[in-house]
């Protein structure tokens, strides 16, 4: 029988959808969050939500004897790129130190699975596109070295004591669940889809196109988008594919295909019948001007492919999420 996984952060955006892909597949779950920016309302019925901090050692090893999880999903991680350079600390603490406090409950308790929330920022400025996993990591920002970091670390720990890993390098996470009850419901938002869907709702005056002077076709920057529920699919997977003895490994999770900002705001004008406000801005710190995976790796390796290709289907369920029953926001 498959044994209990624990979900780091599995309130969160990522973490609900994956939790309700797993639930659906009949596995066991417990969620360990600490509703900074996950919702209790986003961990389904059947799923034990523990509300609480990664780096409180004694709870994480109380989890650990309660429930022996036999693999930890860890989505847990402060993901904000801009945030990252204002506050460096915040994102080296949760997202290296907090994790720290896991894999020494892990070690204890002989847990030696775990699927890892790592990111294309790992690799900073694009040197060729698309971007395999050989691609140097370079990161650009704090984010992006931090996720670096929990990388090298869990890499140390395998020689150490055995643990085996998937890191799984997501490129732009983005749509919602297409049933219109869990969503993206992120406080601040920045990002893309959900900024185009709040100014076509008024909820902001407009949304800011940042920089149209980049080496691209039409000048926006270049994003691979990849629908939350195929990065679901993907961590249940990596899961299988760690349960069946896989090596540790690395892979990309992306489209292959890349839009640019443009392209993006012109779907969804298109799904919804609705004018985009925009107001064009400067370039903002930090973005490579085109990012796409070259997601054949994941293919090979745990035998996943992105299903939800056309981004109009991101916008219409990111779309179905706001204007549905919550509206876009858990009711905490
Ligand atoms: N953009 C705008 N206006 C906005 C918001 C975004 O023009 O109001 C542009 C950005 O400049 C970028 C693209 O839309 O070119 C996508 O931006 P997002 O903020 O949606 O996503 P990012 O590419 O910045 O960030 C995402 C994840 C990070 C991850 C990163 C890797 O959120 O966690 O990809 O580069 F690290």
Redesign the pocket.
Known sequence: TKGPILVTGGAGYIGSHTVKHLLAQGEQLVVLDNLSMGHAEAVPEGVTLVEGELMDAVLVDWLFTEYKPEAVLHFAAS????ESVDEPLKYYKNNVVAPLTLLDAMKKHGTLRIVFSS???TYGNPQFVPMDESHPQVPVNP??AS?LMLERVIQDCEVAWGVKSVFLR?????GCDFEGMIGEDHEPE????P??LMALRGEIES?????TDYPTADG????DYIHVNDLASAHALALNYLRGGGESTAVNLGTGRGFS?KE?IATAESVTGLKVPVTF?P??A???PE?VANPAKAKSVLGWEAQIKDPRQHVESAWKWMTGPKGGRYSK
């Open positions: 993901a904000f790129v801009g990111t294309c920022a984010y992006g996720k997501y490129f732009n996470a983005s920045s990002h893309l889809i900024r185009i949304m800011t196109i940042f920089g926006t920057c270049i994003r900002v993006i801005g370039r903002r930090g973005d490579p990012l």
